[in-house]
């Protein structure tokens, strides 16, 4: 980074130099937004999925059980 | 058919990473400054390609919606409508840059009398319309419908409106590309293309991953649907994007 910054030509940073810094700040910052949405996003998808997974395992518990009580109705 | 959109998706990613900053450390550390704006022009490097990328962004979705037409496929319909959807974000971004510039260079954050600029906000305010037009019709199939029709007739024109501008007399804005190269010395082309090929990989990357992520979303209420039946799923509300 320092080579880098030494190697770098000085950037006139006056009035033009806050409006370059503006736009650039302005889509760095809309992709953050959207990325962070997206992470949200994800986080509901992986809540949905979490939810299904138990929703399943519940009904295949209700399944097993069903299952189990049968044969012993059958003898009664 | 089972369709994936994760797949190549980290590979994209890098890539669009690599390129813009690429594009950044050449915008700021190898294009010379130019003649006559000096260091304000280094807002092209990002308010063109971002144009032009959200240009192209409408005419791919109204290709995309082409295909919904004539295949009657819902995947075209998602697929156009999160091409849309980007496009209008890229666009808003340029749209703000664009002020910055005219700020900067003009003294005002807009005017009226500048064809490129206007005509652009037409485009721009015409697929704004895109989304409340689909959340206002409630039957999926004559939303995917109407709003494909829309993609096809707003994409349209988009070039005649490129075309028309083209084609105006008197030109304020400075012209970045022309037919014969422009007037860009080796190095800002170089600069220029750079960025203009970030800032498409970036959205491919994010339009990649916003299909993903809706289609990951559509498949679990699938599998929902199938494995705990109709009735135990939520009520889902109105809503704009294709489901």
């Known amino acids: 980074m320092t080579i880098l910054l030494a190697a770098a030509p000085a950037l006139p940073l006056g009035k033009a130099g806050k409006f370059v810094a503006a736009a650039y700040i302005v889509f760095m910052l809309v992709i953050l937004i959207y990325v962070a949405i997206m992470a949200t996003r994800a986080q509901r998808l992986e809540g949905e999925l979490s939810e299904l997974q138990r929703d399943v395992e519940a009904a295949r518990r209700g399944n097993d059980a069903a299952a189990d009580r049968e044969p012993q109705e059958s003898v009664l | ?243």
């Open chain 2, 1 to 243: 058919m089972h369709t994936t959109y994760g797949k190549g998706l980290r590979g994209l990613s890098i890539a669009a990473i690599v390129t813009i900053g690429a594009a950044l450390a050449l915008a700021f550390f190898y294009a010379p400054l130019d003649a006559n704006q000096g260091f304000i022009q280094k807002i092209f490097y990002i308010h063109v390609p971002l144009a032009i990328v959200t240009l192209c962004g409408f005419i791919f979705g109204a290709l995309m919606a082409v295909q919904y037409l004539r295949t009657g496929d819902r995947r075209w319909d998602m697929r156009s409508y999160v091409a849309i959807h980007m496009a209008l974000i890229f666009g808003i971004v340029g749209l703000i840059t664009g002020s910055i510039w005219a700020k900067a260079s003009w003294g005002h954050w807009w005017v009226w009398n500048e064809p490129t600029l206007v005509s652009y906000l037409i485009v721009l305010l015409l697929f704004c319309t895109y989304q409340p037009l689909r959340f206002s019709i409630e039957d999926p199939e004559r939303q995917s419908r109407y709003a494909s029709v829309f993609a096809i007739v707003a994409g349209a024109f988009v070039p005649l409106n490129f075309i028309a501008v083209r084609l105006a007399q008197q030109y304020v804005h400075p012209r970045v590309l022309t037919l014969t190269g422009g007037n860009l010395p080796g190095s800002m082309l170089l600069t220029f293309l750079v960025s203009l090929l970030g800032i498409s990989l970036l959205y491919a990357t994010l339009w990649k991953y916003e299909m993903a992520a809706k289609n990951a979303r559509s498949q679990v209420r699938r599998l929902r649907r199938t494995l705990l039946g109709e009735d135990t799923m939520r009520p889902v509300g109105r809503s704009a994007a294709p489901s």
